[in-house]
């Protein structure tokens, strides 16, 4: 004769193997089905606080001790919207040590949770090492950085992933958390092949140009990684989609660009100040005219760069433009600056 724990520990195991059987097998039919054995059609009404399974036309009390999967709290229309029901813990990161599975205190709210002179009683501040923390606060400055210019959760992902690298070897010591921070978020861009320029980088960080390329470089060397050379065509799309242009100038500067360089007239000249240069030979060539302060607002370079670029450019015009673009201002007609 079992005992009633022990029984209910029979029927936990035998119920298990079921489980287990059917999603082996994938038939539904493996489970257990309980029904009335009275009225075998007819439906269960689950009592939630005694934890019954009733039959709805007799009574009978068909299965007991029911687990409920439901959440633990109700939530009510007058709750205060700060009040966090939820008692489970942040999602676990893979990035902090144990996992960030620490357990954090919430507020106080009654006259227990503080002593005489106001305090809290419990503090949070022994939950987390300070490495975690300092990692935490570059976590949070990479993602805020990401949403100012839009960049997507995979790039965020490796941003991440390169910091705790870095600050795991200590390589970058004296270096502040937000310049090493800034310059990850440089790298993991053009490894993902949609890089961004140092400018745009500073726009969104509170870290010089100067100090990101600085960590920019002593990271890569520090990891024994590289990346791939930017090009005209990295920036091309983008430049053109941010100042209105249509596809076909878009085309056309990115033609432009790729002969430019194949040419060997542009030697020196970064690729942003070469795109820039292509933007305004093809804008001013077709009906969509923008000027230079336009495409150095966008690019990040001053006029005078995209002028030296742009002279340099020149003298080769008509071997540059695609044999299939419609021109609405000649090319001798073109600004000569």
């Excluded at 923390?133 to 990479?142: S, Y």
């Excluded at 941003?159 to 937000?178: A, I, P």
């Excluded at 890569?220 to 930017?230: G, P, Y």
Aim: hydrophobic share 35%; net charge positive.
């Amino acid at each position: 004769m079992y005992h009633s724990e022990d029984k209910l520990v029979w029927m936990v195991v035998r119920g298990m193997k079921l489980v287990f059987q059917a999603i082996q097998n994938k038939s539904v039919d493996a489970l257990p089905k309980v029904t009335c054995p009275n009225h075998p059609d007819a439906l269960l009404v689950e009592d939630y606080r005694a934890g019954d399974m009733i039959c709805s036309e007799c009574g009978l009390v068909v299965g007991d001790r029911v687990i409920d999967v439901g959440s633990e709290w109700r939530t009510f229309s007058n709750d205060k919207a700060t009040k966090d029901p939820s008692r489970v813990g942040d999602t676990q990161n893979p990035l902090l040590s144990g996992g960030d599975l620490s357990t954090m205190i919430g507020k106080g709210t009654g006259s227990a949770s503080f002593d005489e002179f106001g305090n809290n009683k419990y503090q949070n501040r022994r939950t987390m090492s300070s490495s975690d923390r300092a990692m935490m606060n570059a976590f949070k400055e990479i993602t805020n950085m990401s949403d100012r210019i839009n960049l997507p959760r995979n790039i965020v992902d490796r941003t991440n992933n390169l910091f705790k690298q870095v600050y795991e070897q200590k390589s970058l010591k004296g270096r502040s958390n937000d310049a090493i921070a800034s310059a990850c978020l440089y790298i993991a861009c053009r490894q993902e092949g949609v890089p961004r320029t140092f400018k745009e980088i500073c726009a969104v960080s509170r870290i010089s140009k100067k100090e990101i390329g600085r960590c920019f470089k002593l990271i890569l060397k520090a990891l024994e990684t590289n990346v791939d050379l930017i090009t005209t065509g990295d920036f091309m799309s983008r430049f053109c989609s941010n100042l209105g242009l249509t596809k076909q100038v878009q085309m056309a500067a990115t033609y432009i660009a790729r002969k430019a360089v194949e040419l060997d007239l542009v030697p020196g000249r970064s690729p942003i100040s070469v795109a820039a240069a292509a933007i305004y030979m093809a804008s001013q060539a077709s009906a969509e005219k923008r000027t230079q302060k336009e495409i150095g607002d966008i690019a990040g370079v001053a006029d005078v760069t995209i002028r030296q670029s742009y002279r340099l450019i020149y003298p080769r015009a008509p071997d540059l433009f695609p044999a299939d673009f419609k021109f609405d201002t000649p090319v001798d007609k073109l600004p000569q600056l």
